[in-house]
């Protein structure tokens, strides 16, 4: 009789889950990123998403039994993962999510147990914006987010085989050209960074694309991006100066900087201001990584008095880096060019003396 009732109560209880086991089958994790590409975070409001009673934290920390597959944005665990490790707001203060972050991360693990994983496309941006402005990139998208959760989960995850979102929406022109501008820049620049560095510029770039963003954060995020290629053209850059020029060949000495953590290969354009000095364009060069490097750019003196030189940096493929640079040059020398005008006018007026002087003789002997 008890065994009896023991099945029948059990029975029971399985009738009753089972809704909530089918309503659950399958969860997708994903959200708009909170971070700036420096690394600092805007604000701390996926601290309260993560927390049990948040937007996030209330999934994970829920009822999940019953869930079959989980569908997850690697960029959402790599920006937990980043707060867990401490991290500082846009406004310098620290923030205050870190042992939410934790938390978090640990029952996520615990949650998905031995479920299936489907990654998202990283970041979950618009498929539709991806394939109009960088087509060649759109696999990658579909791709990268597996291998970070593999990372993660110690498992393997299933790659997406489309976009959540290919509808179009309507975006700014502004924020259009402020990820052309990146994308363009990133690519100039991709020889010079380590592969974690690029890849990291190119998936986060992206970021402008998430369809569900509010007006203002897409705004913000925008310039973040605008600001993000601005600091990347300008990880080369020249350093300032001025210089006297004494004699009438003469090198001057020019400090370049990299910033980069690999080496970068070059080309140095040099223009004169006026005419007082020739120049020659020095050679392509290879820049170590993090390093400072004086270069020589040959002048030839043309005529004394104050000059300048405009001097550019720019890829192998000719895409400027950082700002060009005027020089101030002060000529204090004669070249031989002035110096043969200057003996030709003297030897003309000396020669013209001389028969000034002829003709007055002829006239006083007459």
Known sequence: MKKSLFALMSMLFIFISLPNA??????????????ALSGKFLDDELATALAKDGRLGSVVFGDTRGVRNWNIDAALVDEVIAMSAGYTLLSDQPGQGQDVATAWLSQL??????????????GSPSGYW???????DESYFLSIGALHLQKFFGRPVNSPSSYASTTYFQLPSDVVQSYKDALAMVQATSAFKSSDELEANRLRIASIFYPELSAE????????????????????????????????????????????????????????????????????????????????????????????LEISVKT????????????????????????????????????????????RMRRVKK
Not at 22 to 35: D, G, M, V
Not at 109 to 122: E, L, M
Not at 319 to 336: E, N
Not at 338 to 351: E, R, S
């Open 316 to 359: 192998a493929s000719g895409v400027s880096l950082g700002d060009s640079v005027i020089y101030p040059v002060s000529v204090r020398v004669i070249s031989p060019i002035a110096t043969w005008i200057t003996t030709g006018a003297a030897i003309t007026l000396f020669v013209a003396a001389i028969i000034q002087s002829g003709r």
């Open 109 to 122: 693990k615990r949650a998905v147990g031995f479920s299936s994983i489907t990654a998202t496309a990283y």
């Open 217 to 308: 954060r897409r705004l913000t995020l925008s310039r973040d991006v605008d600001m993000a290629s601005y600091n990347l053209s300008h990880m080369i850059k020249l350093s300032p100066g001025r210089f006297t020029v004494t004699s009438e060949h003469q090198k001057l000495p020019i400090t370049i900087k990299n910033s980069f953590g690999a080496p970068a290969s070059v080309r140095i354009y040099v223009n004169s201001l006026n005419e007082r000095i020739g120049v020659t364009n020095p050679e392509p060069l290879i820049l170590a990584a993090n390093s400072k490097t004086e270069i020589l750019v040959p002048v030839d003196v043309i005529s004394s008095g104050d000059t300048g």
């Open 22 to 35: 089918q309503a659950l089958s399958s969860i997708t994790l994903t959200e708009p990123t909170h971070r």
């Open 130 to 136: 991806i394939h109009r402005l960088s087509p060649h």
